[in-house]
């Protein structure tokens, strides 16, 4: 039983383990999305976001408590200057695990960690569901919708060809008379 074992040591010791949640913090701040195993990314998450809500507060007391943590001034750098802007309205939940299956060498359970803000393909999945109709009556319908598609379709086709097919054969006709009023111009200047 796991009664009060809230540490998921990683079969590591201490500085091991603070060494590689560093490293690991770093890369997901450098990179916004890194390929790791399930149980590392739960670490992660519990390492990282505290370290995200400080950026919020750009003094030089929270770079130090940060960098403390990092040990990179490349990534405390790119938390405070850029991620702290993207996330100042998020009251917490900076980061994303999505499982991606079993590793293949040890049936490890694989995972993407990333920070949620920089995920462009989520954002605009949000950005489509936002344009759904009410579910009322048959306006908001999907079926409603497909017979409004086809509908106008085929009537525009039939609208459009012959709109073509007269306009060519204007075309020609134009050009032709406008010629000569422009030789008879220039001739009489």
Do not use: W
């Not at 060519?168 to 009489?188: C, D, N, Q």
């Amino acid at each position: 039983m796991r009664h009060q074992k809230t540490i998921n040591h990683l079969g590591r010791t201490s500085a091991h383990r603070k060494a590689m949640l560093s490293n690991m913090a770093a890369s997901l701040i450098l990179h916004k999305r890194i390929t790791t195993t399930l149980a590392k990314a739960k670490a992660l998450r519990g390492y990282v976001e505290p370290l995200i809500s400080r950026a919020k507060d750009d003094s030089t007391h929270s770079r130090r408590v940060v960098f403390s943590y990092l040990q990179n001034k490349d990534a405390v750098t790119e938390l405070f200057k850029e991620i702290s802007k993207k996330i100042m309205e998020r009251p917490g939940g900076y980061t994303r695990i999505l499982k991606t299956g079993m590793r293949a060498g040890d049936n490890a359970d694989m995972c993407f960690i990333e920070l949620v803000d920089y995920n462009e393909a989520m954002l605009g999945k949000k950005e489509d569901a936002k344009a759904k109709t009410t579910r009322r009556g048959r306006k908001g319908t999907k079926q409603a919708e497909d017979a409004e598609k086809h509908a106008p379709k085929t009537e525009e086709k039939e609208v459009k060809k012959p709109k073509k097919a007269a306009k060519k054969a204007e075309e020609p006709k134009a050009p032709a008379e406008a010629k000569p009023e422009e030789s008879t111009e220039t001739a009489e200047s």
